[in-house]
């Protein structure tokens, strides 16, 4: 099983990013992919999640309104438009997959996480 991911960076406050999680030794359409982030100094924290087996998704309020989580299925890839960043939205950005429809947890599946640095 391996999640990768990819698109992170530096940007300006009010800026966008789209971070890309792509999958490979699984099936794609068993298992949930989420998003986490982690800040120096803080806890990990959920971001955003998606089923694949129904494309339900789950957001965290800090989030909603401003990041988009989507799949595609043909790819086995989830993606996450980032809108509106703020400096709070500095962290690294985790992909992580597990069997079902919920958020995963430290047991499933992660990729190695990938840097997002707002700038203000």
């Known amino acids: 099983v391996q999640l990768v991911e990819s698109g992170g960076g530096l940007v300006q406050a009010g800026g966008s990013l789209r971070l890309t999680c792509v999958t490979s030794g699984f099936t794609f359409d068993d298992f949930a992919i989420a998003w986490f982030r982690q800040a120096p100094g803080k806890e990990r924290e959920r971001v955003s999640c998606i089923s694949n087996y129904d494309d339900t998704t789950y957001y965290a309020d800090f989030v909603k309104g401003r990041f988009t989580i989507s799949n595609d299925h043909a790819k086995n890839t989830v993606y996450l438009q980032m809108n509106s960043l703020q400096p709070e939205d500095t962290a690294v950005y985790y992909c992580?997959?597990?069997?079902?429809?919920?958020?995963?947890?430290?047991?499933?599946?992660w990729g190695q996480g990938i840097q997002v640095t707002v700038s203000s």
């Open positions: 992580a997959g597990g069997l079902g429809s919920f958020w995963p947890t430290n047991e499933d599946y």
